[in-house]
């Protein structure tokens, strides 16, 4: 009888089909992947890792099916990882060619990502026998199990979609797993980290990695879509956390972590624990998370988050303006983002901005209080976007009469409005390129009266800002006026 033991894991995020992610040179390993494999491990299955994150092609992965001559073929997309969630159709399009692949060399091929989830009937169509739906380690273990043991009924396995009888069908719904302290560490081993390595110093000048802490948001945003770890929120302990960053310090002396969690210590007396531990075992290392306004209200907090290391917290700002807020069912109003980002300040914290322009029933006067926001509190960075309607959001089901033609962007820097709103598609992209010259344009202004305030305090980094006014005060008024055609236009 054969063995039926032999797992080659893969992901579907191709960096180079993202043309804006590719020139920002800011890659994160794929967390859930490895996390998988690492179960599967623990319970004796033989597993590799084709990790395409700097792979040129989908056909490359041949070499690696030749190779291990794999008996199940997974693609398991990270789903810790805000670049798979948006479903981009680049990466797609690579995850139908890899499954085609592998079904071709006798593969038994599973998919789990937010995409296939989605879209179970067009994966199972495209060469995948198994999508696993939702928090997937627990459904894969199960399978693989019922698969190798010659099982064919698969009906009492929880969180799957496969074709029954020549049509696509899904069993119930499996829980989210609660004990996250149960699952062993990532499998890191598996990844050949030189590459993320030599990417991140040459683009920014240190190295950062990437770790998960808890699974799942409580938080109600209608157009946040979550659909592998849903509503509920569950944590891994401090201590457990502790010990996958003193392994990966030792293994690969990062400089610099990612937490990439929706929610970052959310559970009460969550973060002070963690700050003494961090300083108990004395490991050295600077961090960012997301956050939101209302969670960082406290300066206790804020405290032992400087204190243990944290230097940048992006929180979802949205809008400047509380009617948009309030549409979106944030849950947060705009005196919470000016405290939260005063607080962080004070603590020597750089607050960033995640910004959404385009929401139903934004008007001039919202999107004027939201560039008011950003020139008042000059966060440390802003990241802009256009709202985007993901399956299984109220958001979306406001909107899925208009996703005629398209329902998600081919990368990240796509930026198209799919749906009808107050300004027309061209007027958000152009709005993006105006509000960056704008935020970058105040930053110099600051930065300038600084310097001139106090000359005797002059250092390289502020002395570059402020000339850099020179460049966006011209630009930030040709992108205006551009932005005032297209408003004309709409």
Known sequence: MEQLNNILFTHSYFLRFDPKQWAQGQPYAPLGTIYAAALMRQHNYEVSLFDTMFRHSPFEVIDALDEHRPDFFVIY??????????????????????????KQRGCTVIVSSSDSTDRYKEYLQEGADFVIIGEAEQTLLQ???AIKNGKTDHTDIQGLAYTKETVPFKTF????????????????DLVDIEPYRECWLQHKGYFSMNIGTTRGCPFKCNWCAKPIYGNRYNSRSPENVISELKLIKQMFNMDHVWFCDDIFGLKPGWIVEFAKLIEQENIKFRYKLQS????????KTVQALAASGCDNVWIGAESGSQKILDAMDKGTNIDQIHTATHLMKKHGIK???FIQFGYPGETREDIAQTIKMINALLPFEIGISVSYPLPGTVFYEKVKTDLQQKTNWTDSDEMALMFSNTFSPAYYKQLHKYVHQNYHAHLAKYNLVKLLSNPFKL??????????????APAMIIEGYKLSQLEKAS
């Not at 939101?292 to 300066?299: F, H, I, T, W």
């Not at 250092?459 to 966006?472: C, E, I, P």
């Open 77 to 102: 997309d990270d789903g810790f990882n805000y670049l798979t969630k948006m479903c981009l159709t680049n990466m797609r399009e690579a995850a139908f060619k890899m499954c085609k692949l592998a």
């Open 351 to 353: 607050p960033s901005f």
């Open 459 to 472: 250092n390289t980094k502020r002395m570059r800002k402020a000339a850099s006014v020179l460049y966006h």
């Open 143 to 145: 399978l693989v199990t």
């Open 173 to 188: 719904a499996r829980p989210v797993l609660k004990d996250l302290d149960s699952l062993p560490l990532p499998a890191w």
């Open 292 to 299: 939101r306004a209302d969670l960082l209200l406290d300066e």
